[in-house]
């Protein structure tokens, strides 16, 4: 099974990135900046527990994803950024994907239901903050 972040800020990159240094497989879906710091520097993981810096693959775009059905994409865009982010996604991946929103919000799993059959709704709260590219602060601590 691959995690597919979609959206690697505060939230899509803390989760992304515990995820990877628990051995999962990892690709993150970011843009601009950011993409590009965390295509060449790594995703710099803060906590009061580590710092750490993972080497993930990073694409801007869904499409630059082979899928084979077997992906959980976990959502961690912003609520308005939904809409075209699922569209994007359903173009090119298959309906066996799970898609889990991790999102503020009390309409993306709905929205998430209209284009893919196997959702999760997840209820997140981690406080955790991404105010310059590639980086990433997660403010809980400790994590068991």
């Known amino acids: 099974m691959t995690f ?3 959206g690697a800020g505060a939230i899509g990159g803390a989760i ?5 240094q628990a051995g999962e497989q990892v690709t993150l879906i970011a843009r601009g ?14 906590s009061p527990d580590d710092e750490v810096t993972l080497r993930l693959p990073v694409v801007e775009h869904p499409r630059e994803i082979t899928f ?17 982010a699922l569209d994007e996604l359903a173009a090119v991946a298959p309906q066996t994907i799970q898609v889990a929103n991790v999102q503020n919000g009390v309409a993306n799993e709905r929205a998430t239901l209209r284009k893919f059959p196997n959702v999760i709704g997840v209820n997140v709260l981690m406080p955790a903050e991404h105010l310059s590219p590639g980086v990433v602060e997660a403010s809980s601590a400790p994590i068991k």
């Open 16 to 20: 992304g990135g515990r995820l990877a």
């Open 68 to 84: 084979t059905g077997d992906e959980v994409v976990l959502l961690a865009v912003k609520s308005q950024d939904t809409a075209s």
């Open 4 to 6: 597919v972040i979609y």
């Open 33 to 46: 900046t950011h993409a590009a710091a965390l295509r060449e520097h790594g995703l710099r993981l803060l």
